[in-house]
């Protein structure tokens, strides 16, 4: 048994033309889609980078996991404690390449700098050999695909293998080289993208909005300024000139990627082995392209950043076929222990979809729980047409606490039909509840990594930003948004304000001085 993992960071499904998509985004994925299954309704639990690659690699929810965050204690799995033996559960088959190695009997080799970008070293757990490419998560795909093609010219004859790779090219900023070109110049945009949107944009807030696609780490706030390193992707959108350019450079950066997969795949078929080869694409996570009015980045817990792609083709199985099922990511690892036979770990939340694979069978569950704690911090249900966001911490893009959107009807989440549907709202709430009450039973102890999230300061790229943020949209004449945001997070405005503190002084001197 041969297997190849193909991790493509920030790839959107609703970006590759196998899922529909009106350019041609990806026609060496497309290939693969035809020949195996094509999920559409397939979702990373936790966003957005460092959480997903966790929770799938470990088999559970950021809840139970601990790592919800990208700072922090919740930027760290809990430990195991008391209980602890000398080989941890990761090393005893409860990571996904330590049970492909211990119980499936396959050599596994991992292909990232994701470890080292987000300091999950646990994510190595069970892999036989790591090739860190060295550019922290900004590597092109140059530096990716001549590592994997050495490794499939001595390797990919042997028997029993688990080839895990990693590419980046969708993730911001884009970075597609200025020699590929534009192949998608004289295309449309996505037609929902056009004039009245961008207008409407334009009243929008926060890290991402139209206004400030940069973040400033160095003054610690959200800004316009572009990089000369990477021509493709803007500053800001102020015209639809600058929609173009911020789409294009995305959808180039998926193309760019998916040439050069094909590269990997015709190495395959040279090496004999890729009619027989097992072959799984997917996602940490998708990426906001204008989804709640957010551009380039992976910040929320919604349609746009947690639904991913996933394309399994598997010789013997289905082919050509489409589930519309809800699965997770983390179903993938009951789902493989399954076809390999073997019983799940029982540490494991995901539930095996494997009757899709071998018959077509539809298994998916009745809702999904999805979570986001480093941007914002957030937690939303999706079932049936809907998509219900409960916000905690709204990463300052002045979110409502509560928004509901009809994806059949606003697939793009453009309008929150919350206040007509307080029915739906419950129901939702009803959900979360019930997963959450599960997931901390389950745990075994009281600490939600959410509420730490929460108490030490927030998501860990909005904590500290709003004082630079603030004075950024009073001086670019948006002081309403700057009032709002003052008066919706006042708490993080521990001291009085000044004149009262001035007078509460003058009255202690007073007191003091007998008077």
Not at 6 to 29: A, E, K, Q, V, W
Not at 159 to 175: A, M, V
Not at 429 to 448: F, I, K, P, Q, T
């Amino acid at each position: 048994m041969r297997i190849l993992f193909l991790d493509l960071d920030s790839t959107s499904p609703d970006h590759l033309s196998c899922y529909g998509y009106h350019r041609n985004t990806s026609p060496n994925i497309d290939k693969i889609a035809a020949e195996g299954v094509r999920f559409t309704n397939y979702y990373t639990s936790d966003a957005p980078c460092a959480p997903s690659r966790t929770a799938l690699m470990s088999g559970q929810f950021g809840i139970r996991n601990g790592l919800v965050g990208h700072g922090g204690t919740a930027g760290d799995m809990k430990l195991e404690g008391e209980k602890r033996e000398l080989m941890g559960r990761l090393t005893r088959g409860g990571a996904f390449p330590s049970y492909l190695q211990l119980v499936g009997g396959l050599h596994t080799a991992l292909i990232s700098p994701f470890p080292q970008r987000h300091s999950t070293f646990a994510f190595y757990a069970g892999f036989n050999e790591i090739m860190n490419t060295g550019r922290l998560g900004n590597e092109s795909a140059e530096h990716v695909t001549p590592v994997a093609l050495d490794w499939i010219e001595r390797n990919a004859k042997k028997d029993d293998w688990f080839l895990y790779i990693n590419y980046w090219d969708p993730h911001t900023p884009y970075r597609a080289p200025a020699e590929f070109g534009n192949p998608f110049e004289n295309e449309p945009l996505p037609e929902w993208l056009n004039e009245e949107t961008l207008e409407r944009h334009k009243q929008h807030v926060g890290s991402h909005s139209v206004h400030e696609l940069n973040i400033d780490y160095r003054k610690k706030t959200y800004d316009n300024s572009t990089s000369p390193d990477f021509p493709r992707h803007p500053g800001e959108i102020q015209n639809m000139d600058d929609m173009r350019r911020m789409i294009d450079g995305y959808d180039c950066g998926i193309r760019y990627m998916d040439e050069h997969l094909g590269r990997i795949f015709q190495a395959l078929e040279k090496q004999g082995v890729m009619e027989d080869l097992i072959v799984i694409i997917t996602a940490d996570h998708g990426e906001n392209m204008g989804q709640l009015g957010i551009y380039g980045e992976h910040a929320t817990a919604d349609q746009g950043t947690c639904r991913i792609p996933m394309i399994i083709r598997w010789p013997g199985m289905k082919q050509g076929i489409v589930d519309d099922g809800l699965h997770y990511h983390l179903d993938l690892l009951p789902t493989v222990a399954d076809l390999l036979g073997q019983p799940p770990m029982p540490q494991w939340d995901g539930i095996s979809y494997a009757p899709v694979l071998r018959e077509g069978t539809d298994c998916g569950r009745d809702y999904l729980v999805v979570s986001q704690c480093a941007h914002v911090v957030q937690r939303s249900v999706r079932f049936r047409e809907w998509m219900y966001i409960r916000t905690y911490h709204d990463g300052y893009h002045l979110f409502d606490r509560e928004m509901l959107f009809n994806l059949n009807e606003d697939p793009f989440e453009q309008r929150s039909v919350a206040a007509e549907h307080r029915d739906i709202c419950m129901e939702g709430v009803y959900l979360l509840n019930e997963w959450h009450d599960e997931m901390m039973a389950r745990s075994g102890d009281d600490r939600d990594p959410l509420w730490t999230v929460m108490k030490e300061g927030g998501p860990f790229h909005a904590k500290g930003y709003l004082p630079g943020y603030l004075k950024r949209l009073e001086e670019t004449g948006r002081s309403r948004q700057a009032e709002e945001l003052r008066r919706k997070h006042a708490r993080e405005f521990p001291q009085p304000p000044a004149e009262i503190e001035q007078l509460v002084q003058a009255r202690i001197g007073e007191r003091m001085a007998g008077r």
